[in-house]
């Protein structure tokens, strides 16, 4: 009898197997707990309903931005384009348990008779270099950023941070998107969670980055600037312009590399990467 009251029952559940679920529930609890449920429910489908329903901001869409176009799929170069961003994330999937989905691809324009006429670097898995190397290359690296920070960087390029970070006041890249997507979000806690369950989106900024002579490091170090000490510009020895932080298995603490230079004219922006990210099981 009461089964057939709570099958009988016109309260809105949002799906048909929460409705088989709230029924035997009642059957187990009660009323009062049956009660509690539906309330829950609600709240949690009125919220998801809240969620689906938020659009981004016009100012904030990158195709709305001066001197950005979002590509095509049949455009030339996409599917190369998404395909060499997937294998930049799959040299280093096995240390992550989300994988990224490409949603759309943006190119930043240059100015003719600029930087922009350089080539420019399309993304693909970097090669090994010997420990304690220093090497002169222009490579495509990611930047994670939230998307009013992205609208600044393609609007007026780079700028140097207030506070330091691990290499200390730098513009820090990956080699692995992956590792970017962390800080498209607000916050530590928004990035781990938002993602997965409400596949919101993020931008990763495909930039050309001239490292030029790249010091490789296995420990942090927040004093540095890349400006030259009195001993460097005496002796000339000791000069870098970018540093090279080194994962555990090259004797460093980073899970992957990380990249930074001191100077923003070393870095264009090249494209936009919009992605969300996708749960990958362990293996």
């Not at 197997?17 to 949690?44: E, Q």
């Not at 992550?96 to 080539?119: I, N, S, T, W």
């Not at 495909?206 to 030029?212: K, M, R, T």
Request: overall charge positive; aromatic content about 10%; hydrophobic content about 35%.
């Amino acid at each position: 009898q009461d089964q057939q009251r709570v099958t009988s029952l016109t309260f809105p559940l949002p799906h048909p197997w929460l409705h088989n679920l709230m029924a035997s529930g009642f059957a187990s609890f009660g009323w009062k707990a049956f009660d509690l449920a539906c309330h829950v429910v609600v709240d949690v489908e009125e919220a998801w309903n809240s969620v689906k329903n938020i659009s981004i901001p016009t100012e904030l869409q990158p195709e709305k931005w001066p001197g950005v176009t979002k590509m095509k799929p049949t455009d030339k170069g996409y599917q190369e384009l998404v395909e060499s961003f997937e294998q930049a994330c799959g040299q280093c999937q096995d240390k992550y348990d989300f994988g990224l989905c490409v949603a759309a691809v943006y190119r930043v324009e240059h100015k003719q008779g600029g930087e922009g006429d350089e080539p420019r670097a399309e993304p693909r898995a970097p090669a090994p270099s010997a420990a304690g190397s220093s090497t002169e290359r222009r490579r495509c690296l990611f930047h994670g950023t939230q998307r009013d920070s992205a609208k600044a960087i393609v609007h007026g390029g780079f700028r140097l941070p207030e506070r330091r970070g691990m290499f200390g006041k730098g513009i820090y890249f990956a080699d692995c998107p992956l590792k970017s997507l962390q800080y498209t979000r607000a916050s530590e806690r928004s990035w781990r969670f938002l993602p997965r369950f409400l596949q919101s989106r993020g931008l990763i900024l495909g930039c050309s980055v001239d490292l030029g002579k790249s010091r490789e490091l296995a420990s942090a170090n927040q004093r540095l600037t890349g400006q030259p000490g009195w001993w460097t510009r005496l002796t000339g020895f000791g000069h870098y312009d970018s540093v090279t932080g080194l994962t555990k298995e090259r004797g460093g603490s980073l899970r992957v590399p990380e990249y930074v230079v001191y100077d923003p004219s070393r870095v264009r922006v090249d494209y936009i990467f919009e992605v969300s990210s996708v749960a990958v099981p362990q293996s």
